[in-house]
């Protein structure tokens, strides 16, 4: 795990001194050390956390013919097997990334989708004078690039690009409306008007003239529905959930687990137990004197036999975590989970470098109640389009925040990346099907894996996600719905499976968040000082209705419950701060919010 950055110009030689600020803007992602390389016009960055090849293993790569140069973030997991297919294939180091460089002498640009795990790349090839920039199939790992007057710039981070950029960014009003509507955005575009997302599953080629091709090698589209019964599912998921957890057990550090009590890290503590040669270190969170949000946990850890860590927080002790969350997520998303998930990133980074974390299991095997089938489902999703997602706005469909909104974020269209998800779905797929795709090329890339990647690595920490890995996706996806959602119960096929390894009880709560006290932070004489700040800020200024945002905040303290909309506005006031008036700008992991306002 790692932070990749670089430049390819077109008419000069890349600047030493704005590729170190890359490096200074990346240093978190690596703090294990870092590389840089620059030849003609082309430069890459590498800052390292060291997890294989820890003595051998630094960056950039090259092949041993000088001609491929390469900078990876993630980890490839299939390396062996690589190095198997290629036995006259010679190494110079012991890097799982050795395999982007095997495969692409091997088998060129379509050799890149025989890669399997968590990565994304640039590979120079000396040849060709062309820049490769690549990421896997499910956008588990960021990747961010730019087009200049001068060429095209790429980062692991939003962070990391903006000082390799010719001129400061334009924020999108599209992507902020996205956000304000349904908590992050998606898709090609990000937050900044010139700053592009290299999609999951992709592939760009880019030449010495500056010119872009893309190249999708994979999409889970290509899944075609089973019919099949629960038995032979459930006997082949043992197979594929063994191989998968297998791989993702490569490392020359030792692993551990974030052990919430949920269905998802449940089944993965029981699977490490099996096949996890050492002790597993295992770490919960829950609130001080609130002891009844650890004990499945600490229950779980407790009959695994783990080192667990059960880590109590106040909730103060979360609120001081808001600015660094903001900094550390990099692209706009507000999901509450980032501040508990901060923490335990925080604990767990003093003791590993590796942790395994759940997200993906809930749209691979259908964990989410609107995947259920029913008729409200089925008539909202001939209804509106995207199969009953994100059907409506936070802000466009609320009375006070819909006035609050500026001129400009009024003529938005936050949907139209939900609807395309859905119309890209193949005609013999269920409603059920559809909706997990949509999450998959949405939610899953752009909010939940901003959250375990960025705010890990945040800490220096490796977050895997083994339920993401496209195998198991695509058999999850491909399952037919009555082995994923009968009996108003989701991921039944997994509860199943688990019967023999955890308690039927256990398996039979239903699925809980951790709870952030949002509107009890937003109150008293916080929320007055956070009133006043607001109301006068220069980002707030310049795209909300000030008028109206006072209505907002008067009805909140009236009773009406506008904790969401409030806190948007203050995320955004924070993040304009971070990223657009003091770039390049690194809080502490303990601010007040209201000092970044």
């Not at 996205?178 to 760009?204: A, W």
């Not at 829950?286 to 109590?312: C, I, M, R, V, W």
């Not at 937003?522 to 008028?547: P, V, Y």
Request: charged share 20%.
């Amino acid at each position: 795990m790692c932070g990749i950055a670089g430049v390819f110009l077109t008419q000069q030689t890349p600047s030493q001194q704005q590729l170190e600020k890359a490096i200074t803007a990346l240093q978190h992602r690596g703090p294990d050390g870092h590389g840089i390389f620059v030849k003609d016009a082309v430069g890459l960055v590498h800052t390292r956390l060291s997890i294989i090849d820890l003595e051998g293993g630094a960056q950039p790569l090259h092949s041993l013919n000088q001609q491929l140069h390469v900078v990876a973030n993630g980890e490839i997991y299939n390396y062996e097997r690589v190095k198997q297919a290629h036995p006259d294939q010679q190494s110079a180091t012991q890097s799982d990334c050795e395999a982007i460089l095997t495969c692409f002498q091997h088998h060129g640009a379509k050799g890149f989708a025989k890669l399997e795990g968590m990565f994304a790349f640039a590979l120079y090839d000396d040849a060709t004078s062309c820049l490769y920039l690549g990421r896997d199939r499910l956008g588990i790992k960021p990747l961010y690039y730019a087009e200049t007057s001068t060429g095209v710039v790429f980062s692991s981070e939003i962070k990391g690009i903006l000082p390799l950029l010719d001129k400061q960014a334009d924020i999108n009003a599209e992507a902020l409306s996205s956000f304000l509507n349904y908590q992050f955005n998606t898709g090609r575009d990000t937050i900044f008007h010139n700053v592009k997302r290299v999609l999951p599953g992709e592939y760009l080629i880019i030449n010495n003239e500056g010119t872009i091709t893309h190249h999708q090698y994979w999409s889970a589209t290509c899944v075609a529905p089973r019919d099949i019964e629960l038995d032979e599912a459930m006997e082949e998921f043992e197979s594929l959930f063994d191989s998968v957890m297998q791989d993702h057990l490569k490392s020359d550090v030792p692993l551990g687990l974030f052990l919430s009590g949920g269905i998802d890290s449940s089944i993965m503590l029981a699977k490490l137990s099996e096949i996890y040669p050492e002790p597993l270190r295992t770490y919960s969170l829950g609130y001080a004197n609130a002891e009844d949000e650890l004990s499945q946990a600490n229950t779980l850890a407790a009959q695994f036999k783990t080192e667990h860590t059960p880590l109590t927080v106040s909730r103060d002790d979360l609120f001081n975590r808001i600015v660094h969350s903001i900094w550390a997520s990099d692209d706009l998303m507000r999901d509450y989970a980032c501040l508990p998930m901060a923490a335990l990133s925080d604990r767990a980074s003093q003791d590993l470098k590796v942790v395994f974390s759940g997200e993906g299991g809930d749209e691979a095997f259908a964990g989410y109640r609107r995947y259920a089938p029913s008729l409200e489902n089925t008539l909202k999703s001939w209804v509106f389009g995207s199969g009953g997602i994100k059907t409506r706005g936070q802000w466009s469909s609320r009375k006070y925040a819909k006035q609050a909104l500026g001129s400009t974020l009024k003529d938005t269209h936050p949907r139209q990346a939900f609807k395309d998800a859905w119309n890209a779905c193949p005609p013999s797929w269920s409603m059920m099907q559809k909706k997990q795709y949509v999450d998959l090329t949405t939610s899953l890339p752009d909010n939940l894996f901003v959250k375990s990647d960025r705010i890990s690595m945040a800490f220096g920490l490796e977050s895997r996600v083994p339920f993401s890995d496209h195998r198991l996706v695509e058999f999850g996806l491909s399952l037919p719905n009555s082995i994923k959602y009968p009996e108003r119960q989701g991921k039944y096929i997994l509860r199943k499976w688990a019967e023999k390894v955890l308690p039927k009880e256990h398996l039979a709560m239903p699925k809980r968040g951790f709870y952030v006290p949002v509107k009890s932070w937003l109150s008293g004489n916080f929320l007055e000082q956070l009133t006043q700040k607001l109301l006068q800020n220069r980002a707030i200024q310049e795209w909300f209705d000030i008028e109206q945002c006072a209505k907002l905040f008067n009805a909140h303290k009236a009773g009406k419950n506008m904790s969401r909309e409030i806190w948007g506005l203050m995320q955004f006031a924070i993040w304009h701060k971070l990223f657009v008036e003091q770039p390049q700008t690194i809080p502490t992991k303990n601010e007040n919010p209201l000092d970044w306002i």
